[in-house]
């Protein structure tokens, strides 16, 4: 039986990725839409109780055939979401998915994601744990570029509506 390696995938992933950020807006909508589509299936399985599953996925000790279906499910997903078709779409899928999956992993590791899912196993808490990792991958992949925007904490109003004077005719009162 074939043991599935990522390892080249992920070497080739990390120098697309590189060279991908020169696209712009168009590799952070198709990451994005990666993205959200390995959040579905893995949020998919959790609601079904596969929480030791997508652990192990996660942490690449999940069965071949298990690790195999998992990523048939991510890019046919993918595949439906992106809206394009034949070799162009499973090019842009072969070269996407592992990029993000590896920013995924990456970001579980530094989040602490591993851990917290083992000490909380419960289906809800679960979920909420796939979102922060969501959230933490996706700040790996699409960093703020500089700009030190921050959120003003405590500053939660809208802003003020002026309403301006009406044009009105010289003869109009």
Do not use: Y
């Amino acid at each position: 039986m074939k043991k599935l390696t990522f390892l080249p995938l992920f070497n080739a992933a990390r120098v697309t990725g590189l060279l991908a950020w020169q696209t712009g807006r168009l590799f952070q909508q198709v990451a994005q839409k990666a993205l959200d589509a390995v959040q579905d299936v893995l949020r998919a399985e959790v609601r079904k109780g596969n929480v030791q599953l997508v652990t192990d996925f996660l942490t690449n000790k999940a069965l071949p055939a298990a690790k195999a279906l998992l990523l048939e499910r991510m890019a046919t997903r993918l595949l439906l979401r992106i809206g394009l078709r034949g070799a162009l779409a499973t090019n842009v899928v072969g070269w996407i998915l592992p990029f993000v999956l590896e920013r995924l992993f990456r970001a579980g590791v530094t989040t602490g994601f591993f851990d917290k899912v083992k000490s909380h196993a419960t289906v809800a808490d679960t979920l909420h744990r796939l979102d922060e990792l969501k959230n933490a991958a996706w700040k790996i992949i699409a960093p703020d570029a500089g700009t030190s925007a921050e959120l003003v904490a405590g500053d939660n109003r809208p802003p003020e509506i002026r309403q301006l004077p009406r044009n009105t005719s010289p003869g109009a009162k």
